[in-house]
């Protein structure tokens, strides 16, 4: 055998290179081919393209018709751009469900529906008590009633599967009724679940009570503890914020207006003022949501400019 001359193997040894990596690059083409086909298959555009041509002209199909067509060279851009618009709509996913767990607990809080009634009139309420603990029942729930703003007349409607029980407390200043002076009020209302009646996890329960006549102040705030089954106590203690910002354990407030007539006042509040508490929650809960909404917006605004500003092919 003839030795083959350093230089001719040595160009033959590129040769061969260079058609390696000629296969390579369009084993590489095929593939991003195939994926943007199966893309624009899905779309249903880009059915008039012969051979190579075959992507439309901008990776937005809305509106475009079969002839807007780009060569296999400009794809991995439009692959990458692609991409990146989904990652964009993940990080736009993340961001609203984390929104939508931070707004669950945040109005799921012991409340008094409706949340407003007349000064001097008679009201009935219900406290509503939902179960925020994803293993533990909710068992006891107990309601104090402020002494500085003493209610003569306090009744509690019964509820099946569960015990009531009210505490009275002497006043420091007699309340003048039609009866005479009253010297002591309720001041404590405790309802206990009796074993199957618990508030499970994903329920709430409605305790209801008849008061009056309501005190000439602004509200009355109800203090409440909420007790679980293993034995954790929720103290929804917290007054309302002088800024009106949201405090971490809302007690129950009952908001008091000057009756207009007081001849024309009714003696308990009527059905329809019920909806005025449900409004209330679901006032929390559509901020909340707006913001979320708000925030995904946001960043599908971002992701759509770094798709703008992204090198095109």
Partial sequence: MVDEPLELRGD??????ERGDQQERRHEDSGV???????LSESGLGRGC?????LPDRWNFAGLTDDHCLDVD?????????????????ITAAVAAA???LAGPASAHVTVNPNSATKGGYTKVSFRVPTESDTASTTKVEVDLPTGTPIASVSLKPLP?????TVKSKLATPIKTDDGELTEAVTRITWTAASGSEIKPGQFQEFDVSLG???DADQIVFKALQTYSDGSVVRWIDEPAADGSEVEHPAPVLKLAAATDKADAPAVAPVAAATTGDDSDKGGTSAWGIAGLAVAVIALILGLLAYRRSPRS
Avoid: H, I, N, Y
Avoid at 33 to 39: F, L, P, S, T
Avoid at 50 to 54: E, H, P, Q, S, Y
Avoid at 161 to 165: D, E, V, Y
């Fill in 161 to 165: 599967g569960w015990t009531a029980a």
């Fill in 213 to 215: 006549p309501l005190p």
């Fill in 50 to 54: 012969k051979g190579a041509k075959f």
């Fill in 74 to 90: 400009d794809e991995k851009g439009l692959l990458m751009k692609s991409s990146l618009l989904r990652r964009t709509g993940v």
């Fill in 12 to 17: 033959r040894v590129r040769q061969a290179g």
């Fill in 33 to 39: 081919e195939v994926q943007a086909k199966q893309q």
């Fill in 99 to 101: 929104v939508v767990a």
